[in-house]
């Protein structure tokens, strides 16, 4: 089968498309037929390296942490599914990935595909889906009625996080630049801030109870951000690289998110699309022998929205 690897650490030019043998399902896995998988900021992080310590790879790794596809075999003591059944998955970070025509995968990472989406295009929902699920229900406990601020609304992470919070019937405040703003007030926002022309805590005029920052912004705008939460409420952050701040005296809690695979979860949000209550969105479509590419353009800060990676036997 094709696959992308890397054989070593380093820049996309790492990122090698090649011939490597089809993987067989051992206890417990399953093997699928990659109808996709999707590009994760994270897979540049692990391709350079630089989380060597807290995502320790096997050389060859295989990137993609997202798979939508089919089962094409099955391990021994796996019950509930059955080949030629549609899923989606959020795979192991530090085990092969999705970026090849066939990948195994523990069978109880898996949930059935959304119906009404594109089996290709449902890879754009599990790792984000999951992280905006539970950064505002795991983490930020948010409930109806209650105000949320969430930073960083127009990417991948901020558009599942408006649609899950607004279902919630929370008061949404979405700070978005001129290029996203149109999406993030489809996606149900209440309040959008044009992050780009004015100041956040300027522009946020009575206290939220949950802030979830999604941008990877200067250290002291994310302290800043602590003054607009009431006490007793709560700061999530997804930028793990700086620690998410609180404030003691007024009980605001700081909490670091660390995304894990659900198949619970995944299978509620699959719920919600079917349902006509999420929509999975998809920026751009790629064909994985591009993927090297992909990453380049993504290092340049020249990928906007969720990528799909496409197997060409897809």
Do not use: C
Not at 132 to 144: E, I, N, V
Not at 226 to 250: H, I, K, Q, Y
């Amino acid at each position: 089968m094709k696959a992308v690897r890397f054989h070593e650490y380093g820049d996309p030019e790492v990122l090698r498309y090649e011939d490597v043998e089809q993987p067989v399902p051992g206890a417990g896995q399953v093997r699928i037929r990659v109808a996709a998988t999707s590009f994760n900021s994270v897979d540049g992080n692990i391709r350079g390296g630089f989380m060597r310590d807290a995502i320790p790879v096997e050389l060859p790794h295989t990137p993609g942490l997202d798979v939508a596809g089919t089962v094409d075999a099955l391990g021994e003591g796996v019950d509930g599914l059955a080949v030629g059944g549609e899923v989606i998955g959020f795979l192991p970070m530090d085990k092969s990935g999705a970026a090849a025509e066939y990948v195994l995968a523990p069978a109880e990472v898996l949930a059935t595909a959304p119906k009404d989406v594109p089996l290709p295009d449902a890879a754009a929902l599990p790792a984000v889906g999951l992280t905006a699920y539970q950064a505002l229900f795991d983490h930020g406990k948010l409930t109806a009625g209650q105000r949320v601020l969430i930073n960083g609304a127009g990417g991948a992470v901020g558009g599942y996080a408006v649609q899950l919070a607004k279902g919630a019937k929370a008061h949404v405040i979405a700070t978005a630049g001129p290029r996203s703003a149109e999406a993030v007030k489809s996606a149900g926002a209440d309040e959008i801030i044009d992050h780009t022309a004015t100041s956040v805590p300027d522009a946020v005029t009575e206290p939220v109870d949950v802030v979830l920052n999604l941008a990877p912004v200067d250290p002291a705008q994310l302290a800043a951000l602590v003054t607009l939460v009431r006490p007793g409420g709560v700061v999530v952050n997804t930028t793990v690289w700086m620690p998410a701040p609180s404030d003691d005296e007024r009980g605001v809690r700081g909490i670091d998110l660390y995304v894990r695979s659900d198949a619970e979860q995944l299978s509620r949000l699959v719920a919600l699309v079917d349902r006509g209550e999420l929509r999975v969105a998809v920026a751009e479509r790629t064909p994985l022998a591009e993927l090297a590419a992909l990453h380049a353009r993504a290092a340049e800060g020249a990928v906007h929205g969720k990528v799909i990676v496409v197997p060409s036997a897809a």
